[in-house]
Nanobody, 124 residues
């Protein structure tokens, strides 16, 4: 299973970015998916998750109202639309796949496969 994240970059505070994660080697539609992030010197933290059909989503408090997770099962692709970005959103963002299709978990250890990460830098 391979997860390829992209879409990161440098943006000013208040700007937007859309991250993508393409999944290959496994039935994407049979997996819950999540986004996590890790800032320098900090632990990896949950951002958002979505179940197999998009019917259930979870967001970290820091992401609610600003970020939207979505998926396109026909394209084997997961998205994270990030609006109103803040400097504290600066981190490497990782996508992950959970073989449990129904539970959009917030827990890092529930995820079985991870992408390589994409850097998001928000300048003030």
């Amino acid at each position: 299973v391979q997860l390829q994240a992209s879409g990161g970059g440098l943006v000013q505070a208040g700007g937007s970015l859309r991250l993508s994660c393409v999944v290959s080697g496994r039935a994407f539609s049979g997996s819950s998916m999540g986004w996590f992030r890790q800032a320098p010197g900090k632990e990896r933290e949950f951002v958002a998750a979505i179940n197999w059909n998009g019917g259930r989503t979870n967001y970290a408090d820091s992401a609610k109202g600003r970020f939207t997770i979505s998926r396109d099962n026909a394209k084997n692709t997961l998205y994270l639309q990030m609006n109103s970005l803040k400097p504290e959103d600066t981190a490497v963002y990782f996508c992950a796949a959970d073989r449990n299709p129904t539970y959009a978990s917030r827990t890092t250890s529930d995820y079985d496969y991870w992408g390589q990460g994409t850097q998001v830098t928000v300048s003030s």
